[in-house]
T-cell receptor, first 114, second 120 residues
Framework: QQPVQSPQAVILREGEDAVINCSSSKALYSVHWYRQKHGEAPVFLMILLKGGEQKGHEKISASFNEKKQQSSLYLTASQLSYSGTYFCGTERSSGGTSYGKLTFGQGTILTVHP | SAVISQKPSRDICQRGTSLTIQCQVDSQVTMMFWYRQQPGQSLTLIATANQGSEATYESGFVIDKFPISRPNLTFSTLTVSNMSPEDSSIYLC?????????????????FGSGTRLTVV
């Protein structure tokens, strides 16, 4: 079942912050975040494994609430280069075993203006 | 990080014909995945291709329509058979590879550059 992302679109000015949410109705083993620019393949940003960890690099970070099966991606002090469509991808868990395949959310279009 | 070469990058095909898409990885991987992304949409998993066994297809996708080969650990092909305009889409292969940053070592899925297919 496809995870649900919100919001569907975000428009920012440079330097502003944004949060993108990803929610699943199924138990998850991990959550991935990807960014896709127009006409290009998705690019891996980070993975969060169950355990409620939070990861980040530079000004992009994410959290994973295993109990709620929710993940959030935080973009701070946005830059023009952050523009693109962000997808969460979820790996389901079954008895603690990952299926090894991703189900992607519908995407969030992020536009950063000067 | 590994490099995935996917070809063709784009093609325009007549309905009723077939197109084979190739995906070459510069390192050995156990599982390769094939996705479809329709214009403006999310990515939908078509099938998982394991070397030495039959591909595993997701609901809504069948082997007769999307036959997959996986002859070795670095290569896979996806064929789109008996094409119709509804098959117009971007097809991407993907593999799970280790990702190393200064902060942590984990894995992520790397995608090929995609094949943009238009069926007329």
């Amino acid at each position: 079942q496809q995870p649900v992302q919100s919001p569907q679109a975000v428009i920012l000015r440079e330097g502003e912050d944004a949060v993108i949410n990803c929610s699943s109705s199924k138990a998850l083993y991990s959550v991935h975040w990807y960014r896709q620019k127009h006409g290009e393949a998705p690019v891996f940003l980070m993975i969060l494994l169950k355990g409620g960890e939070q990861k980040g690099h530079e000004k992009i970070s994410a959290s994973f609430n295993e109990k709620k099966q929710q993940s959030s991606l935080y973009l701070t002090a946005s830059q023009l280069s952050y523009s693109g469509t962000y997808f969460c991808g979820t790996e389901r868990s079954s008895g603690g075993t990952s299926y090894g395949k991703l189900t992607f959310g519908q995407g969030t279009i992020l536009t950063v203006h000067p | 990080s590994a490099v995935i070469s996917q070809k063709p990058s784009r093609d325009i095909c007549q309905r009723g014909t077939s197109l084979t898409i190739q995906c070459q990885v510069d390192s050995q991987v156990t599982m390769m995945f094939w996705y479809r992304q329709q214009p403006g949409q999310s990515l939908t998993l078509i099938a998982t291709a394991n070397q030495g066994s039959e591909a595993t297809y997701e609901s809504g996708f069948v082997i007769d329509k999307f036959p997959i080969s996986r002859p070795n650990l670095t290569f896979s092909t996806l064929t789109v058979s008996n094409m119709s305009p509804e098959d117009s889409s971007i097809y991407l292969c993907s593999v799970a590879l280790a990702v190393r940053t200064p902060d942590y070592s984990s894995y992520g899925y790397t995608f090929g550059s995609g094949t943009r297919l238009t069926v007329v």
